[in-house]
Structures are given as structure tokens and as C-alpha cells.
Nanobody, 123 residues
Framework: VQLQASGGGLVQAGGSLRLSCAAS????????MGWFRQAPGKEREFVAAINSSGGRIYYADSVKGRFTISRDDAKNTVYLQMNSLKPEDTAVYYCAAKGTLFLLTTGSAYDYWGQGTQVTVSS
């Protein structure tokens, strides 16, 4: 499966962005999906994940209450709605997929990755 992330940009603190991750090649309905991010000079970190049915969702503590992950399998797309953005949310955001029923929070567990989309939050 090929993943294409989009929706990043420059936004002021307190603003919102919605990231999209469009999958091609195979339907996403049997894939666990996740979002990760990597800031300059830092390691990649987990942001949010959703299992294949959409019934289980998990967030990193740093984004809980501000970010929402969702999926639309009819469009083969996963979304990350980001509200109340902070300068520390600045990073390249990546979506990932794995053919599993389960929710995964570890990057190494995923098989497929998108190219990343830059999110910059100004103070």
C-alpha cells in the first residue's frame, strides 16, 4: 500500500490543521493506521493510532484532548484533526499502516509509511 500524507502548513499557536493520509494500492479497511511525528534533532514519536475497525483509538499524552484521529475506509483515508496547536507540535508528521486488526503505538511495528507533511506552529 502507498501512503500520501497532506494537509500540513504554517499556523499560529491556538490554530487548527487537518492532516490527511490517502492510501492507494489496497483498501485501508484491514489496516491499523497511525500518525507519528519527528521534530528537528529529536527522535520520531508516536502521536495517535486507530485500529482497523475504528473501534479503538489511542493518543500520546502530549496531544490527548487536542488531536483526533479518524478513518474513512470508503475513501481509503485516515485523518488527524489537530486543534489548539502549540509551537511544540512543530514537526514533520508521518502516517503509517500495517495489515493488522490491532492498534499499534510503536513505529517499528508498521510496514508502510507516507512521505511526511510539515507542520509549523508559530508562537
Amino acid at each position: 500500500v502507498q501512503l500520501q500524507a497532506s494537509g500540513g502548513g504554517l499556523v499560529q499557536a491556538g490554530g487548527s490543521l487537518r492532516l490527511s493520509c490517502a492510501a492507494s494500492g489496497r483498501t485501508t479497511s484491514r489496516y491499523g493506521m497511525g500518525w507519528f511525528r519527528q521534530a528537528p534533532g529529536k527522535e520520531r514519536e508516536f502521536v495517535a493510532a486507530i485500529n482497523s475497525s475504528g473501534g479503538r483509538i489511542y493518543y500520546a499524552d502530549s496531544v490527548k484532548g487536542r488531536f483526533t484521529i479518524s478513518r474513512d475506509d470508503a475513501k481509503n483515508t485516515v485523518y488527524l484533526q489537530m486543534n489548539s496547536l502549540k509551537p511544540e507540535d512543530t514537526a514533520v508528521y508521518y502516517c503509517a499502516a500495517k495489515g493488522t486488526l490491532f492498534l499499534l503505538t510503536t513505529g517499528s511495528a508498521y510496514d508502510y509509511w507516507g512521505q511526511g507533511t510539515q507542520v509549523t506552529v508559530s508562537s
